[in-house]
């Protein structure tokens, strides 16, 4: 897995490309990154679906995904997510590696999909006004809509955004890329379209190629097509800044809503970050807590005591914070939430395991062996790292966790810290409606 990083775009791009012939599909893609904005960022969302509905020589959908399988079925997608105190829009192209191609077809099949995304960036359809097309915006603005409140149908999902927002409330961590229905629905299509300059001027872009292409050639292909898009991001400088709460005492949220399950979200305070020298100690603490299925959460509150459906927790590394999710019938709601806080109580006094240390060792290790099997992993395990400021390999990362001590670990439980409690408190409908 060795990186290649050339500035391309007349030095306004980074390309960070892994030449490989392990994989029958290459991918390449585009990652626009700008300031987080409760307005922008949503906006930005909507601004880039909508251009993806059509451009001057491809004006619909439809015209776009006939010329992209003449292409072999070469796909291009939109992705949105937080980073800290960033958003991160992602153009990502899929595209069969050339050996694969008929013997007799001439077709570049990068080149011809370079040239698909390029006009959807450089000449998005447009009214006679100049504006994008209002029936594409709207048509946007509803599929953001529903995606919006559906979430409330998924209630693991809702309670973790609901923790999230009241935990992060008045910080930049607390925007999301989604916006609220409010915020969505009042964009216009002179709002959208005057974006687009915002957005080529500001977005940093970061592009990640896999596959058998030498970075060289890469290079060559992109060349001058994006030329308006991107600020000088030669030189750019990444980091992370752990979320320091400011509660002296945890806040504790309760919603009623007619659901079978009660759902609970906790969330912690740690103060590591990726770019953190106790990243490596903090990730295994999180494993032997609650990240795996012998961990302290899953063998206590869930299997000895009984207490729940689901437990385990997850750390977000650029925030520096672990959210716990459970689900539990609601008479032990708080039983499931005082055995949570014990486990981390005594695991913080130092009651664990070797062989649980070595456990979670061995599984964040075996993770980490397979970040090279799929061109997806290999491309966020590297961005990741790159928005953290650092430039670990996964050998590296082994290492590292194997140097991880004893001492280490508990040095790292003990900065977890309950700052918020969110609790979706439902109906006792019975096992049979609970998801496991």
Same mark, same amino acid.
């Not at 791009?13 to 030449?19: E, F, I, P, S």
């Not at 060559?220 to 097509?225: A, K, S, T, V, Y």
């Not at 977000?316 to 716990?324: E, L």
């Not at 966020?380 to 790159?386: D, G, I």
């Given at each position: 897995?060795?990186k ?8 306004k ?7 490989t012939?392990?994989?029958k ?7 626009f990154?700008?300031?987080k ?9 909507l ?11 491809y ?12 292409l072999y ?7 949105g ?29 990068l080149?011809?999909?370079l040239d ?5 960036l450089n ?13 594409y ?9 529903d995606?919006?409140n559906?979430?409330?149908?998924d209630?693991r ?19 999301t ?5 409010d ?19 500001n977005a ?13 050639r890469i290079s ?6 994006f ?17 320091i ?13 007619d659901?079978?399950?009660?759902r ?5 305070t ?7 020298e106790?990243?490596f100690?903090?990730?295994v603490a999180?494993?032997?807590f ?6 302290k959460?899953f063998?206590n ?8 459906y ?5 750390y ?9 999710d ?10 499931a939430?005082?055995?949570i *806080?014990? @486990?981390?109580? =005594?695991?913080?006094?130092?009651? /664990? +395991?070797?062989?649980e240390?070595?456990t &979670?060792k061995?599984t ?9 099997d799929s061109?997806?992993?290999?491309k ?7 928005m953290?400021?650092?430039?670990? *390999?996964? @050998?590296?990362? =082994?290492?590292?966790?194997?140097? /991880? +001590?004893?001492?280490d670990i508990?040095? &790292? ?12 408190n439902?109906c ?9």
């Open positions: 897995m060795e290649t990083t050339l500035i391309i775009n007349n030095g791009w980074r390309l960070h490309a892994v030449r012939d392990k994989f599909m290459s991918q390449l893609s585009f990652n990154i700008i300031p904005d409760v307005r922008r960022s949503p906006m930005t969302k601004m880039l679906a909508v251009m993806l509905r059509g451009s001057e020589k004006p619909t959908v439809t015209d776009i995904n006939k010329r992209l399988d003449e079925d070469a796909t291009v997608s939109l992705g997510r937080s980073f800290g105190d960033k958003s991160v829009f992602t153009l990502t192209c899929k595209v069969i590696n050339d050996r694969f191609v008929f013997d007799g077809d001439d077709a570049n099949v080149s011809g999909t698909v995304v390029a006009d959807i000449h998005p359809v447009k009214d006679k006004d100049g504006l994008l097309l209002e029936q915006v709207e048509s946007e603005k509803k599929i953001a809509i995606a919006i559906s979430i409330v149908n209630q999902a809702y309670a973790a955004k609901k923790c999230a927002m009241k935990m992060f409330e008045g910080s930049p961590y607390g925007i890329t989604t916006g609220d229905v915020t969505v629905s009042s964009f216009t299509s002179r709002e959208l379209t005057e974006n687009i300059e915002y957005f080529c001027n940093l872009v970061e592009c990640y190629y896999i596959g058998q292409e030498s970075p060289e060559e292909l992109i060349g001058d097509r030329d308006c898009f991107g600020a000088s991001s030669a030189y750019a400088k990444y980091g992370e800044s752990a979320f709460g400011t509660r002296t005492c945890p806040e504790i949220l309760r919603e009623e809503m659901v079978a399950q009660t609970i979200c906790m969330g912690y740690c103060g590591t970050t990726l770019c953190d106790d990243y100690p903090m990730v999180n494993e032997i609650g990240a795996s299925s012998v961990s959460l063998m509150v869930r299997e000895r005591k009984s207490l729940c689901y437990c385990y927790s997850s977000r590394s650029a925030t520096g914070t672990i959210f716990v459970c689900g539990v019938t609601p008479a032990n709601c708080d039983a939430i005082d055995e *806080t014990h @486990q981390l109580s =005594i695991f913080c006094d130092g009651e /664990v +395991s070797d062989n240390i070595e &979670a061995r964040l290790i075996s993770g980490f062996t397979q970040i090279s061109p997806a992993s290999m966020t395990f590297m961005f990741r790292r790159l953290a400021g650092v430039d670990h *390999t996964p @050998q590296e990362c =082994i290492e590292r966790i194997r140097s /991880v +001590s004893r001492e508990l040095r &790292a439980a003990k900065r977890i810290k309950l700052d918020t409690v969110y609790i979706l439902g006792d409908g019975g096992e049979e409606s609970c998801d496991e």
